[in-house]
Nanobody, 126 residues
Framework: QVQLVESGGGLVQAGGSLRLSCAAS????????MAWFRQAPGKERDFVAA????????DYADSVKDRFTISRDNAKNTMYLQMNNLKPEDTAVYYC???????????????????WGQGIQVTVSS
């Protein structure tokens, strides 16, 4: 039993920043590899960023590299996505997810994650 809840989304103008949070409950949080994906209307769910259970290793999609930062605070059972210099193409529903393992060989694969949040809207205006 793992529940994930995203927060921190909303409307922001291009060039602005947002910080998404993903709060986990129900099961030990500290042993799960976690990731963020996003999905725009009519599009597939795309990888954004991933982080290992201890927060020491991260992976980013090229489209967000150098703009987004993924992090986690296991003591607070929370994962974060700091998004800077936002662009209209970043507009999507953002989902956090967790795997029943501390690491993944292919962190960009949707199928490797076992638990998903309900998603939260991020809209970037020009």
């Amino acid at each position: 039993q793992v529940q994930l809840v995203e927060s921190g989304g909303g409307l922001v103008q291009a060039g602005g920043s947002l910080r998404l949070s993903c709060a986990a409950s129900g099961r030990t949080f500290s042993r799960y590899a976690m990731a963020w994906f996003r999905q725009a209307p009519g599009k597939e769910r795309d990888f954004v960023a991933a982080i290992t259970w201890n927060g020491l290793n991260t992976d980013y999609a090229d489209s967000v590299k150098d703009r987004f930062t993924i992090s986690r605070d296991n003591a607070k059972n929370t994962m974060y996505l700091q998004m800077n210099n936002l662009k209209p193409e970043d507009t999507a529903v953002y989902y956090c997810c967790a795997a029943n393992t501390g690491t993944t060989a292919r962190p960009r694969s949707v199928g490797l994650y076992d638990y998903w949040g309900q998603g939260i809207q991020v809209t970037v205006s020009s």
